[in-house]
């Protein structure tokens, strides 16, 4: 009896160290399922919010682009910043799973927006180019408005404005149209060809430019290169000469007879000069003078150094001769005027 109330005594024992080990497990679970366990990420929300699809029709610009991309760095960064403090402040928890990368989708899609932007741009330039030619193309006299950029200058012979579509030219310091740039004669269109410039703005081409050339009044041929006009009739510079001694007069003094001759200003002068009554000789400068001094008495023309006394030869220029004068068609000094007139008397 007394060993059944011991077994007994064994097993009341036993059960109540089992009940007290299994009170303590259910409290350290109760303690773990009362753990404040950190909050998993929203992945579907804070990509919705950092990958933002772009609004149709309107396509995102590079510049948004490359916000979002510098925002899903920094985003990262934060995240994993958070998440690491969060674990090391409160107990052992489960790490949330990794976040998604996008950086090779991001950069994909810049480098293909900027070949879709680049392609655009070409075929807008292509289309307004087209656009302006089809314009100013059409005779339909409505008027056309030109922009800044397609305007390059005015034509100078039709008045109109030249355009980056149109063909033109440089000639005589203004600017043409191809088909505006003709001869002043015929019409016909000079461009890529020679020609001449008569004035200052009247081109001619080659055939018409010759039946506008004048003749030499020397030579009878037509004067293509520098003209040279003098005495009311053109001449090359080489044929201007005087007509007694043939020397060139081109950038010479020279004079005309009535004849309207040409002469250089010596010929013209032993041509042209009264001659002196006493030698014969014509009446001009002395050497290293330009004026010559005539002298006219009794009707008749004297040089300064014939103008002398017909008996003592003095010059009747000097105060000693003291004037001319004439007896029986002779020049005296006045002292010898004075015998002349005694011995005539006598």
Known sequence: MEALDAQLAALQAALKDDVKMMSGNKSQTKEEEEVDWPDAPDLDTWISQTHKAPEIPKEPTLEELEKASEGTSSNRSSVATSTSASSSSSKPAVPPPPLPTRTSDTSSTISNLKSLREQNSKAEEDVDQLTSMLMSNLNDGTAVEVKQQEFKAICFKCKQPILMADSACS????????????????????????????????????????????????????????????????????????????????????????????????????????????????????????????IIALDKSYCRPCFVCEKCKMLLTDKAAGGCYPVDNSLYCKSCSSEAINSRMS
């Open 171 to 294: 000639a005589m310091g203004n600017y043409y149209h191809i088909k505006c740039l003709c001869c002043t004669k015929c019409n016909k269109q000079i461009h890529g060809e020679e020609f001449m410039v008569v004035g200052e703005t009247d081109p001619y081409c080659s055939k018409c430019y010759l039946t506008t050339l004048e003749k030499c009044a020397a030579c009878g041929e037509l004067i293509k290169n520098r003209i040279l006009r003098a005495v009311g009739n053109t001449y090359h510079p080489e044929c201007f000469k005087c007509t007694s001694c043939k020397k060139c007069l081109d950038g010479l003094s020279f004079t005309q007879n009535n004849e309207k001759q040409p002469y250089c200003v010596e010929c013209f002068q032993l041509a042209y000069s009264p001659k002196c009554e006493a030698c014969k000789n014509p009446i001009v400068p002395l050497k290293g003078e330009t004026e010559a001094l005539r």
